[in-house]
């Protein structure tokens, strides 16, 4: 069993960055890819980024590549994503999964845990 608790959420103003931070209990965290979803409102749930149990792989949607950072910390038990050059569209609630797998340097789910999200809002 993995919990998951987000932070690092808040508001602000286009071009800008914020680091959002996702806090893991359960002594298995580290066998796990972890990574991010987010929601906008009245819209579909979109994957972000994904890293590998060992940190030594990544993969981000289209939307994020370039911008978004995406890496983890298994003797802390975190995994965080950077968000630079924010833009209106990017506002939703992000949260952290862990499960999944990688292969042929991609990432795939079914994701096992599920935070509770953290709302990033940009203002343009």
């Known amino acids: 069993q993995v919990q998951l608790v987000e932070s690092g959420g808040g508001l602000v103003q286009a071009g800008g960055s914020l680091r959002l931070s996702c806090t893991a209990s359960g002594r298995t965290f580290s066998s796990y890819a972890m990574g991010w979803f987010r929601q906008a409102p009245g819209k579909e749930r979109e994957f972000v980024a994904a890293i590998s149990w060992s940190g030594g792989m990544t993969y981000y949607a289209d939307s994020g590549k370039g911008r978004f950072t995406i890496n983890r910390d298994n003797a802390k038990n975190m995994v965080y994503l950077q968000m630079n050059s924010l833009t209106p569209e990017d506002t939703a609630v992000y949260s952290c999964?862990?499960?999944?797998?990688?292969?042929?340097?991609?990432?795939?789910?079914?994701?096992?845990?599920w935070g509770q999200g953290t709302q990033v809002t940009v203002s343009s």
């Open positions: 999964f862990a499960g999944g797998k990688f292969s042929s340097g991609r990432y795939y789910g079914p994701c096992d845990f």
